[in-house]
């Protein structure tokens, strides 16, 4: 003869599970900051977003990707596939705000780096290493220091980068090709205007007649 045990089974404890990882999550949620640059968590707020890039490019020489991929102030931005997207869009008269910002924002990244191509040579200087303890030489509390061929090399490739940069982001002020351009009144086009005026012949006398 075989005896069954009964198992009791309360089928409130599934459901006590479930209302307990649910108010896990919701309190979850709740600790997560919000991302300031998005509209209700879902969409990316442009103007929030174009006004932290644009401001990090004018005031930096990194590039828009490494800008995006880093965040800002600990929050994602998006991608570079959805800025590059906001800036080809274009309204009914053809313009784009976006992308006028983002080309002020270029221009102003040739001027940062022009100020940090001015401190430039102080990156080529390096410490003098003592050849038996390959340790800096220190003189009057201070490492003597000097500008070796590899230092020089790596300073002058980097200034010819930021320099073609700048030519390219700012061409007028910072490009090699020297042009003259004519312009008008106000920067506008020359403007040409051709004038007549009747003149009236002097009075002939009778012996120019004859």
């Not at 209700?40 to 890039?53: G, H, I, L, P, Y």
């Not at 080529?124 to 030489?137: E, K, R, S, Y």
């Not at 009144?185 to 051709?194: F, L, V």
Request: with cysteine; net charge positive; aromatic share 4%.
């Amino acid at each position: 003869m075989t005896r069954k045990t009964a198992t009791s089974t309360d089928p409130k404890k599934p459901a006590a599970r479930k209302r307990v990882a649910g108010t896990a999550a919701r309190k979850a949620a709740a600790k997560a900051p919000a991302n300031p640059f998005k509209i209700n968590s879902k969409e990316w707020n442009r103007e929030k977003v174009m006004d932290a890039v644009c401001n990090a490019i004018a005031s930096s020489s990194k590039s828009i990707t490494t800008i995006l991929a880093a965040g800002h102030q600990g929050h994602p931005l998006p991608d570079y596939a959805t800025v590059a997207r906001w800036l080809n869009e274009k309204d009914e008269n053809g313009a784009n705000p976006i992308c006028d910002q983002y080309a002020r924002a270029k221009e102003a990244q040739a001027e940062f780096m022009a100020e940090e191509l001015a401190e430039l040579h102080n990156k080529a200087w390096v410490p003098v290493l003592d050849p038996d303890t390959g340790m800096p030489i220190v003189v009057d509390g201070r490492p003597l220091m000097t500008v070796d061929k590899a230092s020089a090399a790596i300073v002058r490739l980097e200034a010819d980068n930021k320099k073609w940069l700048m030519g390219k982001l700012k061409p007028r002020r910072f490009g090699d090709k020297v042009t003259q351009e004519h312009v008008g009144e106000g920067g506008g086009p020359i403007k040409a205007r051709i004038a007549v005026e009747f003149v009236r012949p002097p009075a002939r006398s009778e012996d120019d007649e004859s």
